[in-house]
C-alpha cells in the first residue's frame, strides 16, 4: 500500500512534465491568445427586448407599422418583476417581440402626462392609477397585464396575469404572424 501511495507523485509528475515538453513554445504563444480573442460571456451574446415610451413606439410607427406590446405593470408587483426576470429574458420571447412589435412598458401608476394622438393621460388619483393604464385595461385593473395593439394601435386583447415563456411565446406569435385573422386562440393553440 506504502509503494502504491508513494508512485502517485511520481505519475503525476512524469504527466505534466509529458504535457509541457510536447508543445513548442512557439506555438502556444500564437494559440491562447486567438482562444482568448475568440470568447464571447453569454450576456454579450444575449439580445434584450427593445423596450419604448407610448410615445415612441407611435412615432416609430408613422415611419414603419407594426403592431405593440405593452406590459402594464406596477412598482410594487411581484408577478410583474418575476416577468421581467424570467418571461421578458427568454431568447424565443425576445426574438418575437423585437421581429413582430414595439416593445412598450406602461407603469400603471407613473404620474407623468403621456400624449397619445393629441389626447393627453395623466395620473388620476381618485384610481390611484394613471388614466392610460385605465383605458388599455378597460377598467380592469390587474398586473402584470399585457396589452396587445394593431398597425394602428387598435386593442387586438388585454392578456391580464403573469404569462410564462411558452405561453407568452404563443400568444405572440398569435398575434404578431396575424393568426388572429384567420382562427381563435384555441384553434392555434391545438394547432401549434
Given at each position: ?144 397585464t399585457t396589452v396587445y395593439l394593431d398597425e ?25 404572424e396575424n393568426h388572429h385573422q384567420s382562427m ?9
Amino acid at each position: 500500500m506504502k509503494y502504491n501511495l508513494a508512485i502517485l507523485p511520481i505519475l503525476a509528475l512524469a504527466l505534466f512534465s509529458g504535457c509541457k515538453g510536447n508543445t513548442p513554445v512557439a506555438e502556444t504563444a500564437t494559440t491562447i491568445p486567438a482562444l482568448l480573442t475568440s470568447y464571447q460571456p453569454a450576456s454579450e451574446k444575449a439580445a434584450k427586448i427593445q423596450w419604448l415610451t407610448i410615445e415612441q413606439a407611435a412615432a416609430r410607427m408613422e415611419k414603419e407599422p407594426r403592431k405593440i406590446v405593452i406590459d402594464v405593470y406596477t412598482d410594487w408587483c411581484g408577478w410583474c418583476r418575476k416577468m421581467d426576470k424570467e418571461t421578458f429574458t427568454d431568447p424565443k420571447v425576445v426574438e418575437l417581440v423585437n421581429k413582430h412589435y414595439y416593445a412598450v412598458k406602461l407603469n400603471a401608476e407613473g404620474k407623468d402626462p403621456i400624449t397619445l394622438r393629441g389626447q393627453t393621460f395623466k395620473y388620476k388619483g381618485e384610481y390611484r392609477s394613471h388614466e392610460l393604464a385605465v383605458a388599455l385595461l378597460q377598467g380592469q385593473m390587474s398586473f402584470p397585464t399585457t396589452v396587445y395593439l394593431d398597425e394602428k394601435m387598435n386593442m387586438l386583447a388585454p392578456v391580464p396575469g403573469y404569462l410564462n415563456a411558452k405561453t407568452f411565446s404563443k400568444i405572440l406569435s398569435y398575434f404578431g404572424e396575424n393568426h388572429h385573422q384567420s382562427m381563435n386562440f384555441q384553434e392555434y393553440e391545438k394547432k401549434n
